[in-house]
């Protein structure tokens, strides 16, 4: 029998690069990206739940000013299983508090996962076999697991893990220690890491046994963990940004990967959008009614269902519309829109669009 897992969602993120359709107030989590009705978040929460068993084993950490929407799109969370951070400082601080709470309630052998908010997973009860399986590795081994994802394409987006000596088969997936995690890598070394076959993209999601993440959460980030654990959540102001890899996983000996293929994607940008949804029948991805005179391979987005946008001869475009906010952009820039966004701060007139 695996053991249960608490699922800790982490749905504090930005999603500046769908812009404008992501801001402050109503980031990428909340948004319905693939035409099945539920946001991000809810859907995350849905294909979770089977793992939890219940709402009362499911938890969300989150920013301040999102709290109220992760209310009303989840109205079944228990307001105690919801921790709200009074500021984002990246995932380190968020995945420390919160398992110091998980533990706080079910004591350091309980088993947490933490999963972000805005990915989207094709074979939902593979997925959920494939945590399971990670949580008996987790246990068995006392061992932070993390899933590797196996790559299809020599991706430079996503951070890669090399596995190590392999440590055993668990729910009939093999498990490997960690050798290294390496930053996003330029094409040429990403081909590399492909073509070696033992290494895969870094999900960042981790399973574990709460006392072992807050063992090595003290070993590694002392500072950070004395604050938390005399202050709690009061400690955030005084907290660095950290990540949880450069905080712990790239420094820990009780990293485990699995690498995994249940059909996944990160949903980083307005690409992802045509991953999931384009059709060999049609030249472009259309959220839109859209006439289109010679415009092929381009993504056409409006939140307005009355509007209608027009393009003429345009290859490889992402074409947005939201409220009084246009995005017009190549594909191949899209990771630049944070830059557009970061500008559009700068200037006070436009603060009203972010």
């Known amino acids: ?33 693939d035409g099945s009705g539920f946001s991000l978040l809810q859907a995350t929460a849905n294909r979770l739940l089977p793992l939890a068993e219940s709402w009362d084993s499911l938890w969300v950490i989150t920013a301040g000013h999102l709290a109220d929407g992760i209310r009303q799109q989840l109205p079944e969370l228990p307001e105690s299983n919801l921790l709200v951070e009074p500021e984002g400082k990246d ?51 006392g061992a932070i697991a993390t899933l590797g994802i196996t790559p299809t394409f020599p991706a430079t987006g996503y951070g890669y893990i090399e596995q190590g000596s392999a440590v055993g088969e668990f729910g009939e997936l093999m498990a490997y220690q960690v050798a290294r995690f390496t930053e996003k890598p330029d094409q040429a070394t990403a081909e590399d890491f492909i073509a070696s076959g033992s290494f895969s993209w870094n999900s960042g999601m981790f399973i574990f046994p709460a006392g072992v993440m807050l063992a090595e959460l003290d070993a590694h980030a002392p500072e950070m963990m004395a604050s938390l654990r005399s202050q709690g959540v009061d400690a955030y102001s005084q907290l660095a940004k950290l990540s949880i890899d450069y905080a ?41 009614q859209h006439l289109c005179l010679e415009t092929t391979g381009s993504i056409v ?54």
């Not at 992402?318 to 906010?325: I, L, P």
């Open 1 to 33: 029998m695996p053991p249960t897992v608490i699922p800790v969602i982490l749905a504090g993120g930005k999603g500046e690069r769908f812009w404008p359709v992501s801001r402050r107030q109503h980031p990428k989590q909340f948004l319905c990206l």
């Open 91 to 141: 995932t380190a601080p968020a995945v420390a508090w919160a398992t110091l709470e998980v533990a706080k309630r079910h004591g350091d052998s309980a088993v947490a996962g933490f999963f972000p908010a805005d990915h989207w997973i094709a074979d939902e009860a593979g997925y959920r076999d494939t945590l399971r399986a990670a949580a008996k590795l987790a246990v068995d081994r």
């Open 248 to 288: 712990v996983m790239e420094k820990t000996d009780k990293a485990c990967v699995m690498p995994v293929a249940f059909g996944w994607d990160d949903l980083g940008d307005w690409n992802a959008v045509e991953r999931l949804l384009k059709s060999p029948e049609k030249p472009n991805v259309e959220m839109a």
């Open 301 to 354: 987005y409006t939140s307005d269902e009355d509007e209608v946008i027009v393009t003429i001869g345009l290859e490889d475009v992402v074409v947005v519309r939201d409220g009084k906010a246009t995005l017009i952009v190549h594909k191949s820039r899209t990771q630049d829109i944070k830059k557009a966004v970061k500008a559009l701060g700068a200037n006070e007139k436009f603060h009203h669009l972010l």
